[in-house]
């Protein structure tokens, strides 16, 4: 367990978190003017996550253990000199940080002969063997464009579809053409949301023969691989992006960026490289 700072966390502190320990600014916190504004380029720091690298810099330095919450909390308090420029400088970038265990109502589904993910091989979980899919759309406030993302859960190799609605139809297809160029053997179970989106995944079953199943509402964690994966293409298409005014290309590009990104988690690797020791493609 990292240890917990309870003491407010001085400017000058965070400068130094802000930098190698050359003297340097490390990665992710460029002298270029990022978006928003920012002096911080939006590039992605060693191992993941912007506090978590900081917090071990000054470990490194030698100073005071910091932890990673109290990083959040000081870049989050309203009194902190230059909120907006570090908030920039985070993965997510939320303007306000989101609340943890909200219990909410569930809704009834309405996804037709639906599947718990509590009927899912308990193997699956595991990541040991490849062809476990996680899927997921996401959606444009400006017009009716979506992207549909599925990401597999041993290699995280991620595959963004952009569709012109987020309907059940447009999903069932996109499905269906990006699983269907892989051999049988790497499309194993798919997991989803209960999205209405996906409710002719009895039709995904037919095309691929991948099995699917539903996580519980309101458990996106059920779903982690994806959402993460959902997160970097975000790096890219930030929310308010209209997908209607990207184009394939770009999409294709960003696909192929994260899927040759070495990975911690996969010994730096990169999913392409984590999938292709397993299985080739059919075309």
């Excluded at 506090?51 to 000054?58: K, M, N, V």
């Excluded at 063997?129 to 996401?138: I, K, N, V």
């Excluded at 991620?158 to 269906?176: D, N, S, Y």
């Excluded at 990207?246 to 730096?268: H, S």
Aim: aromatic letters at 8%.
């Amino acid at each position: 367990m990292e240890p917990r700072c309870t003491t407010a966390i001085p400017h000058a502190v965070l400068s130094i978190v802000l930098m190698s320990g050359d003297g340097q600014p490390a990665a992710g916190s460029g002298s270029g003017t990022g978006p928003s504004g920012s002096m911080c380029t939006r590039s992605f720091p060693p191992g993941g996550r912007l506090s978590r690298y900081r917090a071990g810099c000054l470990w490194i330095i030698g100073d005071s253990s910091i932890s990673t919450e109290a990083i959040y909390q000081y870049i989050y308090d309203a009194k902190t000199q230059d909120r907006e420029e570090l908030i920039a400088c985070l993965r997510r970038s939320h303007k306000k940080r989101k609340q943890r265990a909200v219990v909410r109502k569930q809704k009834r589904t309405k996804i037709p002969n639906r599947v718990s993910i509590e009927d899912r091989p308990q193997s699956v979980a595991g990541r040991r063997t490849y062809g476990h899919w996680e899927g997921d759309s996401m959606v444009s406030r400006k017009s009716a464009f979506a992207i549909n993302s599925l990401t597999e859960r041993k290699s995280r190799l991620i595959l963004i579809t952009r569709i012109k609605r987020r309907g059940a139809t447009e999903t069932m297809e996109a499905v269906i053409d990006r699983l269907g160029a892989w051999p049988h053997k790497f499309c194993k179970t798919l997991t989803l949301d209960n999205g209405t989106e996906n409710t002719k995944h009895e039709l995904i079953t037919a095309g691929v023969g991948v099995k699917c199943y539903f996580a519980h509402p309101y458990a996106s964690w059920e779903r982690g691989t994806n959402e993460n994966a959902n997160g970097l293409v975000r790096w890219y298409f930030h929310k308010g992006t209209d997908f209607a005014k990207i184009t394939d290309d770009q999409v294709a590009l960003v696909e192929n960026l994260l899927n040759n990104r070495p990975r911690k988690c996969l010994g730096f690797k990169t999913p392409i490289e984590a999938a292709a020791s397993s299985v080739a493609l059919r075309h």
